[in-house]
């Protein structure tokens, strides 16, 4: 019997999860919900939330809980996986909503390849989240800077 009160629970939960839009801490959803706003020209605001969501792959929304930062008038999210589904969704497709605090940002990601910009970002990501990365690691991740849609 408490089997099936395991079983049916988890159920619940997993259905509870799969109804939701947007993910559920580290469980991924689909479409973000919130607010639309215009492109911030600066990205202070971002400064003190620990978790930002991103959406990706526009056919059919996917999105994540991510550790963001902001370096002037842009704003960055990271990977240590390269291989990760919403990296690899942005291979594909690079249009993003970007969601913080209930507020949605339309734009698009672009794979960083300059090593000064990529010193920078991991520089910023280690102030803000105490985070290192492991010289065994440095060729594994990726970086994006996620830019205004084109008009």
Same mark, same amino acid.
């Given at each position: 019997?408490?089997?099936?009160?395991? +079983?049916?629970g988890f159920f619940v939960c997993a259905f509870a999860t799969a109804a939701c839009s947007g993910p559920i801490g580290? %469980?991924?959803?689909?479409?973000?919900?919130g607010n639309q706003q215009?492109?911030?020209?600066? !990205?202070?605001?971002?400064?003190?939330?620990? +978790?930002?969501?991103?959406?990706? +792959?526009?056919?059919?929304?996917y999105?994540?809980? @991510? !550790?963001?930062?902001? %370096? *002037?008038k842009n704003f =960055?999210?990271?990977s240590s996986d390269q291989a990760t589904k919403w990296a690899t969704n942005l291979d594909n497709d690079?249009?993003? %909503?970007? *969601? %913080?605090? *209930? +507020? @949605?940002?339309? *734009?698009a990601a672009q794979r960083v390849a300059d090593p000064t910009e990529i010193a920078e970002v991991l520089?910023?990501?280690?102030?803000?989240?105490?985070? =290192?990365?492991?010289e065994s690691e440095e060729g594994k991740g990726v970086i994006y800077r996620l830019n205004p849609e084109p008009e």
């Amino acid at each position: 019997m408490r089997t099936l009160s395991l +079983n049916v629970g988890f159920f619940v939960c997993a259905f509870a999860t799969a109804a939701c839009s947007g993910p559920i801490g580290p %469980i991924a959803g689909g479409a973000l919900e919130g607010n639309q706003q215009p492109w911030p020209q600066q !990205w202070e605001f971002a400064d003190d939330c620990e +978790n930002v969501l991103l959406q990706t +792959n526009s056919a059919d929304p996917y999105s994540v809980t @991510l !550790w963001g930062v902001s %370096i *002037g008038k842009n704003f =960055y999210v990271a990977s240590s996986d390269q291989a990760t589904k919403w990296a690899t969704n942005l291979d594909n497709d690079p249009a993003i %909503i970007l *969601g %913080i605090e *209930g +507020n @949605l940002y339309a *734009g698009a990601a672009q794979r960083v390849a300059d090593p000064t910009e990529i010193a920078e970002v991991l520089e910023k990501y280690s102030l803000k989240y105490d985070f =290192y990365l492991e010289e065994s690691e440095e060729g594994k991740g990726v970086i994006y800077r996620l830019n205004p849609e084109p008009e």
